[in-house]
């Protein structure tokens, strides 16, 4: 039994895991009405993902409507549930 919760509160941990490093990426789509954004992203060591475009949820504390097909930006996430979730982004210059 105690291995069991040990288990289940090592996977919850992990399942909720922010990361703080900075990912650079490239703007594909926004969609403001579904809160989220398809970037074009670096290689993320952190969690052994090569370089792809793909879609992320964006927390509602980023303001989608000023971002652009095309921006470089760059954007830290977190892990949640299986997902990435985008939970700060800025524009490059």
Do not use: N
Not at 39 to 48: A, C, Q, R
Not at 69 to 75: E, I, K, L, N, S
């Amino acid at each position: 039994m105690k291995y069991l919760l040990f288990v289940c509160i090592s996977c919850f941990s992990l399942s909720v895991a922010a990361s703080s490093e900075w990912v650079r990426a490239e703007v594909v789509r926004v969609d403001t009405a579904k809160q989220r954004i398809v970037l074009k992203h670096e290689p993320i060591p952190s969690i052994k993902m090569p370089s792809m475009t793909m879609r992320f949820d964006v927390a509602k504390e980023v303001p989608l409507d000023s971002y652009r097909p095309g921006d470089r930006v760059q954007f830290q996430f977190k892990e949640a549930g299986g997902s990435l979730d985008v939970i700060a982004m800025e524009r490059l210059k």
